[in-house]
């Protein structure tokens, strides 16, 4: 089965939740603002990369990246959506040579222009996260309380400045990042990683995400709920293929 298309209601999502041993949230576009983060570096790379080569190359960068240029706003299938940094910036490379910028000179320009987004100034918590996973982690069937975990795209380093700044790190309990050297996304390989480390089987895991990418992983890892929110890069329709329930964001989470 790829998917279900069917959207629980609340309270068949309370009753599916309940026997819920571990969370596992993507990071960018679940917990923290997407967008925000990422539209505006996407579109100051570009004006970097054009002072420092003098070709015209925002258009084709934000192109390949899937960013609108007037909305900042990210597509679920552009490069930037669940993509690791590394591969970014060699495509990005690749975007400055096709400007006909030579290729060493086109190395030389992104080392000038790359900066990765601050991840504390610019992660904007898209729910009272504190609450929210305080909440979660005192359900869940064994009465010892739910188990969190976040597995993300974006490195380790930058993930756990942004978790240290929001003040979650004695509510996560695991995380898997992109450059920990496990297949990432759609892969099952993070979440199943998350399981074996934290000892708690895939049926009573729950994955919650923005993107195709997300909820795909938390398929092929045989997750017991997949649940999808509107609130990054997804669209309503291609999460309800995949998800078993789709949630405007994680806020609608809180009291369950």
């Keep these: 089965m790829t998917g279900r298309s069917r959207a629980a209601g609340p309270v068949d ?6 026997a819920i041993e571990l969370i596992v949230f993507d990071k960018d576009g679940t917990l923290i603002d997407f967008h925000g983060m990422w539209g505006e570096w996407a579109l100051q790379l570009g004006r970097d990369l054009e002072r420092e080569t003098g070709r015209a190359i925002s258009a084709s960068l934000l192109e390949r990246y899937g960013v609108n240029a ?3 706003r990210t597509l679920a299938h552009g490069l930037l959506a669940a993509t690791p940094m590394p591969r970014i910036r060699e495509v990005t490379v690749g975007i400055v040579e096709a400007a006909g910028v030579p290729a060493a000179e086109a190395e030389r320009a992104v080392a000038v222009a790359w900066r990765a987004p601050d991840p504390v100034s610019l992660a904007r918590p898209l729910a009272d996260l504190s609450t929210l996973l305080d909440g979660l982690r005192t359900g869940g069937p064994t009465g010892r309380g739910r188990r ?4 993300t795209t974006d490195d380790r380093a930058p993930t756990l400045e942004t978790i240290a700044a929001l003040g979650l790190g004695p509510r996560v309990d695991a995380l898997v990042c992109a450059d920990d050297g496990i297949p990432v996304k759609p892969e099952p390989d993070m979440v199943l990683h998350l399981c074996a480390q934290l000892g708690v089987g ?12 997300d ?9 017991g709920l997949v649940i999808g929110v509107l609130s990054g890069v997804g669209r309503r329709d291609e999460l309800a293929q995949l998800a078993d329930v789709v949630l405007p964001s994680i806020a609608a989470l809180e009291g369950l």
Excluded: F, Y
């Design 215 to 223: 909820l795909r992983m938390g398929r092929a890892a045989g997750a």
């Design 202 to 213: 895939p049926p009573v895991t729950a994955v919650v995400g923005d993107s195709p990418s």
């Design 70 to 72: 007037r909305t900042k």
């Design 148 to 151: 969190i975990a976040i597995a």
């Design 13 to 18: 999502l309370a009753a599916r939740l309940a």
